[in-house]
């Protein structure tokens, strides 16, 4: 089993939709979570981190269930510049980050 | 913010031959900093773990006398792909964290990655 599993999609939606991901760990030792962005051919870029009572940045909400080991995050209001491929990373209070395999998203007008 | 250079961006090299990748933190020091590879539409693999003046620390499966790496400063780790294959063609990303920073994303910045051909 994968340590950091998500839906690997594509998801493909119009402008203005909400979109939820989804992302589940196994490791219960895990301390830091977040959400990155990576761009085709591009390295990953920090979105933001998720908190245990939910986080909110703009259109965009995560959430971090620890006893479901389970973590989300929406998109509302799909901009054409949302595409791209959101990875669900964790991380056991060591310096190693670890990467899940990420969801697609494609925003079509 | 926290800034880290990697170079070369792309590179082509042919079947048996070495190739180098810098991994730079250029306004912060780095004790460790970390390598990761990208297959085509899968996600960033840790690869190993680059500690500053000692050996490098290899995750399972990766081979340490193909891919060697070395951390001789604070702001600097080279990882060297010896004796390349086609499949070892894939995109190389570095990563450092600045442990001086008391942000939200903990200190983690990527560099933007070496994609490496091996014909």
């Known amino acids: 089993r994968k340590e950091v599993e998500q839906d690997p999609g594509p998801f493909n939606v119009p402008e203005g939709a909400t979109v939820a991901f989804n992302c589940t760990y196994s490791?219960?030792?895990?301390?830091?979570f977040f959400w990155y962005r990576q761009d085709c051919r591009k390295e990953p870029k920090l979105l933001m981190s998720?908190?245990?009572s939910g986080n909110e940045d703009g259109r965009f909400t995560a959430q971090l269930n620890r006893a479901s080991q389970y973590i989300s995050l929406l998109i509302r209001d799909s901009k054409l510049s949302d595409s791209a491929t959101y990875l669900c990373?964790?991380?056991?209070?060591?310096?190693?980050?670890?990467f899940g395999t990420g969801t697609r998203l494609q925003v079509f007008p | 913010g926290a800034v880290v250079s990697q170079h070369p961006s792309r590179v082509i090299c042919k079947s048996g031959t070495s190739v180098k990748i810098e991994c730079r933190s250029l306004?912060?020091?780095?004790?460790?900093m970390f390598w990761y590879r990208q297959f085509p539409k899968k996600s960033l693999m840790l690869m190993a773990t680059?500690?500053?003046?000692?050996?490098?620390?290899?995750e399972q499966g990766v081979e340490k006398d193909k891919f060697l790496i070395n951390h001789a400063s604070l702001t600097l780790s080279t990882l060297t792909v010896t004796s390349a294959h086609p499949e070892d063609s894939s995109f190389y990303i570095c990563?450092?964290?600045?442990?001086?920073?008391?942000?939200?994303?903990?200190?983690?910045?990527f560099g933007s990655g070496t994609r490496l051909t091996v014909v």
């Open positions: 990563s450092a964290r600045d442990l001086n920073f008391f942000g939200t994303d903990y200190g983690y910045t």
């Open positions: 490791n219960s030792a895990s301390q830091s």
């Open positions: 998720v908190y245990s």
């Open positions: 990373v964790v991380n056991h209070n060591t310096d190693k980050l670890i």
């Open positions: 306004d912060f020091q780095a004790t460790t």
């Open positions: 680059s500690n500053e003046g000692s050996k490098a620390t290899y």
